[in-house]
């Protein structure tokens, strides 16, 4: 953990896009210079989401690749999931999937000399600090690329915040009336709670703009009590619950909407509450994926200065 928390600590100094430097990298760029120049530098994009295997929700991943590829049509795409218990769950189903590791390995093998990696997460929680693990390991090889980069999660500044809002205005059914909360639920992460920031951050910030929106986190903070807290504070008396979350999954369709008692739809409904369940994944919404395309563009111009 302290590994990763000192990556962490080092990736937020690069703003959008990061480029850590390996030391190895550069000492073994500087013995063949001649090599690299005349190498005309083929680039690639790998996008990495944390996964799914409910067929229904990889339409946001769809999208996003959709809405990735028009931008930037010319760069070879590839795809890496961070899930290892998605991975083998999607193996044993016949669909073979790569982790960040193996997708690199298989690039740098195919001639790729320089790779952009793009995060598909919401915060910058365990799932993204995985990312920069592997990329870090892979920098440190010998046999490494010319460069990686990496774009950050969806919500990693206060412009991401205000584009979300706007994003999520085009979701929000237009009958909802002010009185009506919206409620959000990301994903979270108890054990760190590294990630938990971002929702934190992100309630706060959405609800100087309507005070009736709420984050809430499955596994991390804000949790069910604090918003069933806050809804029953306000006299809530409906909601409109989303995924805070790329694709609407087993948390969605279950832990969120699921007819469970324990589901939060459930759970709320026993207060008193009426809920109206919205299962689209976030990916699925053009304005989100454009979100991440705006991340992966400031990562592709990073791979491409000439400067570290
Ligand atoms: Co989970």
Not at 17 to 46: G, H, M, N, R, W
Not at 64 to 82: G, P
Not at 234 to 241: A, G, H, L, R, W
Request: one cysteine or more; a positive charge; hydrophobic letters at 40%.
């Amino acid at each position: 953990m302290f590994n990763k928390l000192t990556l962490l600590k080092k990736s937020l100094f690069l703003s959008a896009a990061s480029a850590l430097t390996c030391s190895a990298t550069v000492a073994a760029a500087s013995t063949t210079p001649d090599k690299v120049i005349k190498q005309p530098s083929k680039q690639a994009i790998l996008l990495v989401a944390f996964g799914t295997s409910q067929p229904g929700a990889k339409k946001a991943f769809e999208n996003i690749e959709k809405v990735v590829s028009k931008r930037f049509s010319e760069t070879t795409l590839r795809w890496a999931y961070t899930s290892a218990f998605i991975r083998k769950k999607l193996k044993k189903q016949g669909t073979v999937t790569y982790s960040v590791t193996e997708a690199l390995e298989q690039l740098r093998q195919s001639g790729v000399t320089k790779v952009a990696v793009q995060s598909l997460h919401i915060s910058l929680g365990a799932e993204f600090l995985e990312i920069i693990t592997a990329v870090e390991r892979f920098r440190c090889r010998p046999d490494t690329f010319e460069k990686i980069t990496i774009g950050m999660p969806l919500l990693n500044s206060q412009t991401d915040i205000d584009k979300f809002y706007q994003a999520l205005t085009k979701v929000i059914p237009a009958e909802r009336k002010s009185t009506a909360g919206v409620v959000l639920l990301g994903h979270g992460n108890g054990h760190s709670g590294i990630g938990d920031m971002t929702y934190i951050a992100t309630d706060y910030k959405l609800k100087q703009k309507d005070k009736n929106i709420y984050v809430g986190t499955v596994e991390g903070k804000p949790n069910f009590e604090d918003v069933k807290q806050r809804l029953i504070a306000n006299k809530i008396k409906t909601i409109y619950m989303l995924p805070l979350m790329v694709v609407a999954g087993d948390h969605a369709n279950n832990d969120m909407a699921g007819p469970e008692a324990d589901s939060w739809k459930s759970l709320l409904t026993k207060q008193g509450i009426k809920c109206y369940p919205i299962l689209k994944g976030l990916g699925e919404n053009d304005a989100i994926a454009e979100i991440f395309a705006d991340h992966l563009q400031a990562a592709l111009t990073a791979l491409n200065e000439t400067k570290h």
